[in-house]
């Protein structure tokens, strides 16, 4: 297949349809149903693939038990999400009858179908992986087991552990006409019991309250190093006879309730803040996506849970093992640095101690680039904690989507409105699944005197930007942080993302237009460097796009590199398949979604896509174009960005394209960043033209992106470095290109 499109009309050719549904499960090779043929992989497909390299990981020998298990936590987890989310707004539309296809070319019925199919092999997968880990943690002498499976002194402390503190918490509640059927909440995880006393029967359940530990660990005994834990349901069902004196326990089962938890807004709310108060509530009583039940749960409570929790359009589900995989998160923290990955404390960057500390000093000697989690987050947080003390600052602004529970930032914005700074901080409310955590920020900063802004009703806030004004000798001055993640403490540990430091005066000017539009609705006019969506982000990028295209039908040399975490904005694809098609070489690191469909001959034959999963997220976004230059170039146009290339981030978010012009920063991004993640062997995957990942083999010289940047020296000081030859350079090897 073919695609011949000019400059002006780049929308998708025909989506190649398929010749009849295949199945998931006819072979473990056939990842992704879908056939060469098609423009587009599909989005949802897509993400399960993505899921099942994470789950990959927790497989991975190479890897600590306890890191091993951690991945497993997460493939749940993001599995949860993906249910509660996607498919929730898939069974939506199917239930509404809304037949519009997906650019893939499915309805939203037959994506359910295919997605129930991948989630039943990557349930199936999950659960044989935690019988491998359970077994090998065991070995290790981590124990998780159930009731049955534990000795006389263990069994004795966890009696007297249910009876005064599980017993006064938990409720059992009987299941009759006389008794109104409990509310599951989301996530909610539950035991049902089946009594006998003489000629009456009785069905009771138990709601396990969220506030509980899912694994309970029993304390050390004499000397023995060793550790047991046993899951709070199998705790509850060995000791559950005394909560039902008098009554034989003939059955007994877990089940788990996932809902729907997406938070639609009304364009027209009045009032937003308490429109997401509401909603909030709202999720918590969604449809029900999925009820999860154990293998040998008994028939008749089944159907009793299925007609109770009205589950039509629901998923439901029989698992032999495990129900919840992500609360396995509970025994990573076990104290055992020998399962662990080795312990990483993050630099604090050498330009910054050179000036003492003095961020603004640094800066305005020259930019500064920030490579976390290698470099620490405490220069961003320090960035704002000065601002707030400095006399010489006026006003600071900042733009937060998430900020964590426990936020230094928060701490510092408030610091500067009681030190009477003119502050503004513009709070996203619709951050998935930190709503309430950005309401609760919302008003403390209220309560400071921070000027609170929400931002647009239709859109999402989603640039990552914060400015200081300061008074200076030669008059005001406007400092900028923009970065490629979230000003969050916690996940900076373990996202890659970079933070870029400036004082250049014509972005600093950009930046209070981009605060001004999200504000006060002002759309910015003739900006001087920045590029923001929805505006015109998209349509820079058409232009660096074609700007290769030109260069290669002119014998130039064209290139593009891109790293992001996900790709399905068809636009922005049918872009990069006719740069292909021109002769531009192409090459994407995309950690999640992609729907490009990569390698294809007369669609993408130039174009390489991988993806990196390992000990750290890769999550910054980083956008280069050869500029007529072979790549790496100090040429090249180079661009950070906090948006991926999707159609929500390009048309229905506020985001930030900032170009790199500052030749140390340039270079810094360009030839040791996105040249590191292309060159990675030993933690890449390799997307095919049929849809399946293929681990990308080492090679004489294996590479490790994570590992080289903890093992030498911070982004802030390799100028020097590479000049005095204490940093290896970086050098593309002619197997990472065409």
């Not at 010749?19 to 473990?28: I, L, M, P, V, Y």
């Not at 950009?510 to 590029?531: C, H, I, Q």
């Not at 790496?632 to 394209?657: H, K, T």
């Not at 890449?684 to 992106?705: A, H, M, Q, T, V």
Request: charged share 25%.
């Amino acid at each position: 297949m073919s695609i011949r499109a000019s400059n002006d009309d780049f929308q998708a050719v025909a989506h190649g349809a398929l010749a009849g549904d295949r199945s998931h499960a006819d072979t473990e090779a056939d990842a992704v149903s879908v056939e060469i043929g098609e423009t587009y992989f599909n989005r949802e497909l897509s993400w399960l693939e993505f899921n099942d390299r994470v789950l990959e990981e927790a497989r991975n020998p190479a890897y600590p038990l306890l890191e091993r298990l951690r991945f497993l936590s997460i493939s749940g987890s993001n599995l949860d999400e993906f249910l509660m989310i996607r498919v929730a707004g898939l069974v939506g539309q199917v239930q509404r009858g809304i037949d519009r296809v997906s650019d893939d070319g499915r309805s939203p019925q037959r994506q359910l179908s295919e997605i129930h199919g991948r989630l039943a092999q990557l349930n199936a997968k999950q659960q044989e992986t935690w019988r491998d880990l359970q077994d090998s943690l065991s070995d290790t002498g981590i124990h998780i087991t159930d009731e049955g499976q534990v000795d006389a002194e263990a069994y004795e402390w966890l009696k007297a552990y249910f009876l005064d503190e599980i017993a006064p918490i938990i409720t059992p509640q009987a299941l009759d006409p006389a008794h109104p059927f409990p509310f599951i909440q989301n996530e909610g995880l539950g035991l049902l019991f089946t009594l006998n006393k003489g000629d009456q029967e009785l069905v009771e359940m138990i709601l396990i309250p969220a506030a509980l530990p899912r694994f309970l660990r029993v304390p050390r005994t004499g000397a023995s190093d060793e550790a047991l834990y046993i899951s709070i349901e199998s705790l509850i069902t060995r000791f559950a006879h005394y909560l039902f004196p008098g009554f034989d326990i003939v059955g007994d089962g877990a089940f788990r309730v996932l809902r729907d938890s997406d938070i639609e807004i009304e364009e027209e709310a009045e009032d937003l803040v308490r429109t997401f108060r509401t909603a909030i509530q709202r999720r918590r009583r969604g449809q029900v996506i999925q009820l999860e039940l154990e293998d040998d749960f008994c028939p008749t409570s089944e159907a009793l849970l299925r007609q109770r929790l009205d589950t039509p359009g629901a998923t439901i589900i029989k698992t032999e093992g495990m129900l919840g995989i992500k609360g396995l998160s509970g025994i990573v923290d076990e104290d055992r640095p020998d399962l662990k990955f080795a312990h990483y404390s993050p630099r604090y960057p050498e330009r910054v101690l050179e000036h003492d500390g003095d961020l603004f000093s640094a800066i305005s000697e020259k930019d500064i680039v920030i490579h976390h989690p290698y470099e620490s987050f405490d220069v961003v947080v320090d960035f704002i904690r000065q601002a707030a003390r400095d006399p010489n600052v006026v006003a600071i602004k900042q733009a937060l989507y998430r900020a964590g529970t426990q936020s230094k930032v928060i701490e510092a914005l408030v610091e500067a409105a009681e030190n009477g700074k003119s502050v503004t901080a513009v709070v996203e409310l619709k951050a998935r699944f930190d709503e309430e955590q950005n309401l609760y920020w919302a008003s403390q900063l209220e309560r400071a005197g921070v000027q609170v802004i929400y931002g647009f009703v239709e859109w999402k806030t989603h640039a990552k930007v914060a400015m200081v004004v300061r008074r200076e000798d030669s008059g005001f001055r406007t400092y900028c942080h923009f970065g490629t993640g979230n000003y969050h403490p916690v996940t900076a540990k373990i996202y890659t993302d970079l933070s870029y430091f400036t004082a250049n005066p014509r972005l600093g000017r950009d930046a209070a237009k981009l605060f001004n539009f999200v504000t006060g609705y002002v759309e910015p006019r003739k900006m001087e460097m920045l590029s923001i969506s929805p505006i015109d982000l998209r349509e820079e990028l058409y232009a660096r796009i074609d700007a290769e295209m030109d260069h290669a039908r002119a014998g130039r040399p064209a290139n593009i590199w891109m790293k992001m975490n996900q790709l399905s904005d068809s636009g922005i694809i049918d872009r990069l398949y006719a740069a292909s098609e021109a002769g531009v070489e192409i090459q994407l690191v995309v950690r999640g979604i992609c729907n490009l469909r990569p390698g294809v001959e007369g669609l993408s034959e130039n174009i390489r896509v991988k993806s990196i999963i390992g000990r750290f997220l890769e999550h910054s976004r980083v956008y280069a174009f050869g500029n007529g230059h072979p790549m790496p170039s100090a040429d090249a146009r180079l661009y950070i960005s906090s948006a991926d290339l999707m159609g929500r981030n390009l048309d229905r978010r506020v985001e930030q394209l900032v170009p790199i012009e500052n030749p140390t920063v340039h270079n810094q991004i360009l030839q040791q960043v996105l040249l590191a993640n292309l060159l990675d062997s030993e933690q890449s995957w390799e997307l095919l033209p049929d849809g399946r990942y293929e681990r990308i083999p080492d090679g004489e010289k294996p590479f490790n992106c994570h590992r080289y940047f903890m093992t030498n020296p911070s982004l802030s000081g390799r100028g020097g470095a590479l000049e005095a030859g204490d940093v290896p350079k970086l050098a593309l090897r002619k197997s990472a290109g065409r």
